[in-house]
């Protein structure tokens, strides 16, 4: 009986495993796949790799304009004139009344607001372009980095600070392991790890000057609760941890298009020099001898305007042309500047800054994307970056007595993430069309979808700020009894017509 069984199960396994799984193209060894053998670097070349091509990336962004325009355009767009924090506290949770929680908002905005001119530790940037600064960091490198500083009294009372937390901007390419540690098990490409796999600390490279050699210096990562080193990077890859750069799948591609428009331009140049060459026939028609004493020629090595040449006996005056660019470089030329932007998640015309080839439907539609692409780098850097700092600012502004905690409400420590909860305002959005826009956005505060916070964030407003202005303005105007605005009395006009969009021609690039 249990022979019978054990045949039946045999029979069941054979028939689930009949069918074999089709094999996949991408793992065959034929045709021009026979040399694609993929190579992953290993322990000793990691770190090499990673500094070859940040220096290559670094090199690119600064002389390609092209790769200059990315890094300007995510800039701009993701940072801006900085990104802004609301406070955004709940009443209930903390158990305050409304009047409560308006207050110490703006008191929490208002110390924080003081710190964002005391960020650098120079005293060379304001919190807003650090923001630019890490975007820009970001774009070429991978990552950026900041060492936490901590004034002391006697020196944040000699600097005339009224916080003592501070940022120092680190080079990503001095974070590195020091030569005497390539062999520790738990450090990895400068950065030292725990058995957990947590960040313990951080070594920074010093080059070695005229008069003092080289040195590591380490750096905790955090001193209890409280970070001491901002390594930040974007991770796309399991177990990672050093940032790449968004150009590294085309660097290639970036250095060959600046040698090929390079050499064109270099082609055009000598082109609209008007070089000629004498042709002569040897020994010229009339002369057995070149280098007899009848033989006295004339040479020319240089033409000027309206100049008449006459050339000896024999010779003949023939221009250089050039057939260079081709029909083709134009569409070949953008098809390349789409792949650079396609790498970056930005539309072509937003690299180029040419939208003469597009029209309104699909400038907001590449808009729209390029907004999305914005918005997934601005929430991280509030994740990874500004809220952390935030909270380590509110800290310091709490225990200096610049807000404070009303009684019966929940202390700093024990609630500290509903004390130092916020929303980030981003830059304005640009628009397109901007009646459109308001009116969509009446709409949405009318039938409750938005609130004018949200509205209002959207263009990089405070609401609060908005709302006293208009009160400010009301009442000046009936001090100098001018008429109170009311929306109700704004005049309204009908739709227009959509345009007719006119059709964009083709160029041939794809």
């Not at 909270?391 to 202390?411: F, S």
Request: negative net charge; glycine residues 6%; aromatic residues 10%.
């Amino acid at each position: 009986m249990n022979a019978l069984r054990k045949i039946k199960r045999l029979k069941a396994g054979a028939r689930a495993n009949a069918i074999r799984p089709v094999r996949r193209v991408g793992a065959s060894h034929g045709g021009t796949m026979a040399n694609w053998n993929p190579q992953r670097a290993h322990r000793g070349s990691e770190r090499l790799d990673r500094e070859r091509m940040q220096t290559r990336t670094e090199d690119i962004v600064s002389n390609d304009g092209h790769a200059a325009s990315i890094r300007s355009t995510l800039t701009t767009n993701v940072a801006g004139p900085g990104i802004r924090p609301q406070s955004s506290l709940a009443a209930k949770k903390l158990n305050l009344t409304a009047d409560q929680i308006l207050e110490i908002e703006s008191a929490q905005e208002e110390a924080f607001e003081l710190w964002t001119s005391e960020a650098h530790i120079g005293g060379l940037l304001h919190f807003a372009d650090i923001q630019a600064l890490s975007v820009s960091t970001l774009i070429p490198f991978g990552e950026f980095c900041y060492l936490c500083r901590f004034l002391d009294e006697p020196a944040r009372t000699r600097k005339q600070r009224n916080f003592s937390f501070t940022l120092q901007d680190i080079h990503p390419l001095r974070l590195k392991t020091p030569p005497n540690e390539l062999m520790s098990p738990y450090l990895r490409d400068g950065i030292n790890f725990d058995e957990d796999g947590e960040v313990d600390g951080y070594y920074i490279h010093t080059p070695a000057e005229i008069n003092d050699p080289e040195s590591y210096t380490y750096y905790k990562a955090k001193a209890g609760h409280r970070r001491r080193f901002f390594h930040c990077f974007r991770s796309v890859d399991p177990e990672q941890v050093r940032g790449v750069s968004i150009l590294a799948p085309v660097i290639k591609l970036f250095r060959d298009k600046y040698d090929f428009l390079d050499y064109e331009l270099i082609a055009q140049i000598v082109t609209a020099s008007f070089p000629i060459a004498i042709e002569r026939a040897i020994p010229p028609e009339g002369f057995d001898d070149p280098m007899s004493k009848d033989w006295d020629p004339r040479w020319y090595q240089n033409v000027d305007a309206g100049q008449i040449l006459y050339t000896n006996p024999g010779e003949t005056v023939n221009p250089i042309s050039s057939d260079r660019p081709g029909n083709n470089f134009d569409p070949f030329f953008k098809t390349v500047i789409r792949t650079l932007a396609a790498a970056a998640g930005l539309p072509y015309h937003q690299v180029i800054k040419d939208f003469s080839e597009t029209n309104y439907s699909s400038a907001r539609a590449a808009l729209l994307e390029s907004w999305r692409e914005f918005e997934v780098y601005r929430g991280w850097l509030v994740r990874h970056f500004l809220q952390p700092i935030r909270i380590m600012v509110l800290e310091e502004a709490y225990l200096r007595g610049y807000w404070k905690i009303p009684a019966g409400a929940p202390g700093f420590y024990e609630a500290m993430r509903l004390w130092t909860a916020c929303r980030w305002t981003p830059p304005p959005r640009g628009h397109i069309d901007p009646d459109k826009e308001a009116k969509a956005n009446e709409r949405a505060i009318a039938t409750g979808q938005k609130t004018y916070k949200e509205v209002l964030g959207e263009q990089g407003k405070d609401w609060r700020e908005e709302f006293e202005q208009e009160a400010v303005e009301q009442n000046y105007r009936k001090k100098l009894n001018l008429p109170v605005l009311d929306p109700a009395n704004v005049q309204t006009y009908p739709d227009e017509p959509e345009e007719q969009e006119e059709e964009i021609p083709k160029t041939g690039a794809a």
